[in-house]
């Protein structure tokens, strides 16, 4: 049902700023929880930032909180993740993922629905 599509990601120095973008396509986005995660080689897929389906909650990975900021559009069916400060240890294929209904959650497992991922890489 709900089909998600990420773009935005690249290489960009330690320190730079990147946007991704997570195109949702499906009826009522505006109930589904949105997150990023991201997955680096060798390494389990993390949780990023998130938001609850009512916007009550937002969550951030410790590692990324006061540099990240996750976004949504709903009448551009659009989620965003603005990254500033980016470190070398930020590179890693990203993610947007979505539940119905869901509340801003860190497991992988909480999320029904992927997009493909896009890659950030941060050089050092």
């Known amino acids: 049902q709900m089909q998600l599509v990420e773009s935005g990601g690249g290489l960009v120095q330690a320190g730079g700023s990147l946007r991704l973008f997570c195109a949702a396509s499906?009826?009522?986005?505006?109930?589904?929880?949105v997150a990023w995660f991201r997955q680096a080689p060798g390494k389990e897929r993390e949780f990023v930032a998130g938001?609850?389906?009512?916007?009550?909650?937002?969550k951030y990975a410790g590692s990324v909180k006061g540099r990240f900021t996750i976004s949504r559009d709903n009448a551009n069916n659009t989620v965003y993740l603005q990254m500033k400060s980016l470190k070398a240890e930020d590179t890693a294929v990203y993610y947007c993922?979505?539940?119905?209904?869901?509340?801003?959650?860190?497991?992988?497992?909480?999320?029904?629905?992927w997009g493909q991922g896009t890659q950030v890489t941060v050089s050092s």
């Open positions: 938001k609850s389906w009512t916007d009550s909650d937002t």
């Open positions: 499906g009826p009522t986005f505006n109930t589904y929880a």
């Open positions: 993922a979505a539940q119905k209904y869901g509340a801003s959650r860190y497991a992988v497992s909480e999320y029904s629905y």
